[in-house]
């Protein structure tokens, strides 16, 4: 079973930065794709980045430039750097893993608050 735990929430001043983290326990971390949402209060869930278990990356428009996801396999430990910050950035944020165990699962984290404030 994998859990996923974030950490690294926040309140912040726009213009700011964060450095999210997310652990995740059981084996097998290093072949899965890992992805950052987030959800705003009466807002549809975003996808903000994705990091592949070959290390490629992609980000949504809203924070290209700004993010960075990055992992470290031998600590299985997806990051987020969040710089330049805006207070559109005010969200819960999860993260989540995809992963095969002979059929496509995922593992969600229960989200970290991240406040940015003009």
């Known amino acids: 079973q994998v859990q996923l735990e974030e950490s690294g929430g926040g309140s912040v001043q726009a213009g700011g930065s964060l450095r999210l983290s997310c652990s995740a326990s059981?084996?097998?971390?290093?072949?899965?794709?890992m992805r950052w949402y987030r959800q705003a209060p009466e807002k549809q869930r975003e996808l903000v980045a994705t990091i592949t278990r070959d290390g490629l990356t992609s980000y949504a428009d809203s924070v290209r430039g700004r993010f960075t996801i990055s992992r470290d396999n031998a600590k299985n430990t997806v990051f987020l750097q969040m710089n330049s910050m805006k207070t559109e950035d005010t969200a819960v944020y999860h993260c989540n893993a995809d992963f095969w165990r002979g059929v496509r699962l995922q593992a969600w984290g229960q989200g970290t608050q991240v406040i940015v404030s003009s």
């Open positions: 059981g084996s097998g971390f290093s072949q899965f794709d």
